[in-house]
């Protein structure tokens, strides 16, 4: 046989991946073949794949169960490893390993994005002298991740099973996006938990899908199809550069959707009255630009990125369908990472307030909230991006301060004429400082006098006298928002700032 023909004949083989039976259980599944998914997510088949021969000697191990390639996305050089399911399960060896170790650095030397398609049962038991413990074992990949962190994107597109310490590649991810019904992810599967802990639990409880993106927080964006997965992270990719070096590139400026009712109409003044921020959001933002992330884990609190004028910007959003917009442990959590990935990529922040403080009460102490707003409030702080904070209607409490208010350097905070800025609202205050008078008072004359300290309580916050003490910078008309935070993310996107000088902080954790 000629070279050239025996050559054609491998590559051929080694493309198809495993046996054909592990291709028809997957299809059965609704799952991609690893080569396909690869082929959705790229601009072309054009991309540059090494390490197809890993592992050659071996028939049953194809490329060893890991497809590694750069190309481009949006026009944008990646890098993207694949497991391949029909391999062993997309099982590790170490060769597996030393692929994906080398497709990172290849990411790291270009400083272009990396996109992890993870599909794996996790390290092969039987190599594990080989991959596991070493300096080039599988340990080397979660380092390797954490050096890239902040340095480039990373994505993690959740097909399958990432298991045991192969979990690891979804939390070390900017993002993860999973796919319903088939994604999973757990240190232990039900069946080591059963044996080990006595726990009888299904997988989808353990470590499902919908359990990661609504109850952990480890999931960010939950989806029905794989496809459906791979045209996040296109989209996605489009409101980041490269690498931390350079800022978001700028897209064609596009007219918010068209409603009945402006900004104006849609604020109840009722401080206490629920409202939906997402429709402020969809009146400000370039029509069809919201990317939401984490939309069903601590939802009292919006977190996504979006663009106005074109610009990529990322807005933190109280909700007061949800919970009043109260801030707890997880919401504080959900922003404290989401607004350190835009800060390490150059994405300014909006800060859309309407708050009534951090949750109270024994449940939330012994959760720790103390310590989750305090790392909030420590990762808004460091923000050395562009910040602007709007007061939307109420901002009471360390809520003021989470959502950065006037003592966290934003560069402007702005409010609407109704808002309102206090350690509390007027009903806690006077129920606080007049208890005991309202209590000694007839019945027939507290609904009077309750009311009386309650307007007094809201002259003495009028936004308008906090704006004549310099509290806050402008008061704006709610139906300008737009057009204001055009002309101040421009003027604010060549901003230079070093937060302080040290070696790092000690992070509140």
């Known amino acids: 046989m000629p070279v050239n023909q025996e050559l054609k004949e491998r590559i051929e083989k080694i493309k198809k991946g495993g046996k054909q039976k592990y291709h028809d259980s997957n299809a059965e599944k609704g799952k991609l073949f690893a080569r396909e998914r690869i082929q959705l997510l790229f601009d072309s088949h054009e991309t540059l794949e090494d390490g197809l021969f890993a592992n050659a000697m071996d028939e049953d191990l194809p490329a060893d169960g890991v497809v590694t390639v750069t190309g481009k996305i949006n026009g944008q050089t990646v890098c993207a490893m694949a497991n391949d399911s029909t391999v062993k399960a997309g099982s590790w060896g170490q060769r597996t390993v030393e692929k994906i170790l080398r497709i990172q650095e290849t990411a790291e030397r270009l400083e272009v994005p990396m996109v992890y398609l993870v599909d794996s049962a996790g390290a092969r038991i039987t190599d594990q002298i080989d991959m596991f413990p070493g300096r080039r074992g599988a340990g080397r990949i979660f380092y390797n991740q954490i050096k890239l962190s902040g340095r480039v994107p990373q994505i993690c597109l959740l097909f399958g099973p990432s298991a045991a310490g192969g979990a690891y590649i979804p939390a070390f991810c900017d993002i993860v996006v999973m796919v319903d019904g088939n994604a999973s992810m757990y240190l232990g599967s039900p069946r080591m938990a059963e044996k080990v802990i006595g726990e009888k639990v299904s997988l989808e409880e353990m470590g499902g899908a919908k359990m990661h993106c609504t109850t952990s927080g480890v999931g960010d964006v939950l989806v029905d199809t794989e496809e459906e997965a791979i045209q996040f992270a296109q989209k996605y990719l489009t409101y980041f550069p490269a690498n931390f070096r350079e800022k978001p590139k700028k897209a064609a400026s596009v007219e918010p959707k068209s409603f009945d ?249």
Request: charge should be negative; include cysteine.
């Open 261 to 509: 009712k402006p900004i104006s109409e849609i604020i109840p003044e009722n401080q206490n009255a629920a409202f939906d921020m997402y429709e402020l959001i969809d009146r400000t933002i370039d029509e069809g630009s919201f990317c939401e992330i984490k939309k069903r884990f601590a939802p009292e609190l919006i977190t996504g990125l979006a663009r106005i004028n074109g610009q990529s910007i990322g807005i933190i959003a109280n909700q007061p369908r949800v919970k009043g917009g109260v801030l707890f442990t997880d919401s504080a959590d959900k922003a404290t990472k989401f607004i350190q990935l835009c800060d390490a990529f150059e994405i300014p922040l909006l800060f859309l307030t309407d708050v009534p403080g951090f949750m109270i009460g024994t449940r939330v102490e012994k959760q720790g909230i103390i310590r989750h707003g305090a790392k909030m409030l420590f990762a808004m702080s460091e923000v050395t991006v562009p910040k602007i904070s709007v007061i939307v209607r109420k901002a009471y409490g360390a809520g003021l301060y989470a959502m950065s208010g006037p003592a966290f350097d934003p560069d402007c905070c702005l409010a609407f004429p109704n808002a309102q800025i206090a350690v509390m609202g007027p009903e806690a205050a006077v129920n606080a400082v007049e208890a005991n008078k309202i209590a000694q008072l007839p019945e027939e004359e507290r609904e009077a006098y309750i009311a009386e300290k309650q307007a007094a309580y809201k002259e003495n916050i009028d936004i308008y006298r906090l704006a004549s003490e310099m509290i806050i910078d402008d008061i704006i008309d709610p139906d300008h928002l737009r057009s204001e935070l055009t002309r101040r993310f421009t003027i604010y996107q060549n901003k230079k700032k070093q937060f302080t000088e040290r070696k790092h902080g000690v992070y509140p954790v």
